[in-house]
């Protein structure tokens, strides 16, 4: 599976059905050369038009399932919550 793969499968997390998004971006290790978290966009402020403030990012270990069209996490989101950077 590509990187531009899992760009294509909407995250949702097991604990709650809540739809997190799409795969924004990854994160891996150069060491070991290993994915180590996928990166989700946060929710939009003011209708999308001031862009966004927070950012989902998740633990490969976290990833219950990859599906054709799907990936399931089990996450508790509170601790996945990583401020933009540009923000």
């Known amino acids: ?3 531009c793969d899992l760009r ?5 997390n097991i604990c709650d ?4 998004g799409y795969v924004e971006d990854v994160e891996f ?3 070991t ?3 180590t978290h996928i ?4 929710p939009c402020k003011f209708f999308g038009v001031l862009g966004r403030e927070e950012e989902f990012v998740i633990e490969i270990c976290h990833i219950r399932k990859i599906g054709c069209d799907l990936i399931l996490v089990e996450v508790n989101l509170d601790k996945v919550r990583r401020k933009c950077g540009g923000c």
């Open 1 to 3: 599976m590509r990187i």
């Open 8 to 12: 294509e499968k909407e995250v949702i």
């Open 17 to 20: 059905g809540e739809r997190l």
């Open 29 to 31: 290790d150069f060491c």
């Open 33 to 35: 050369g290993q994915i």
């Open 39 to 42: 990166v989700v966009p946060g």
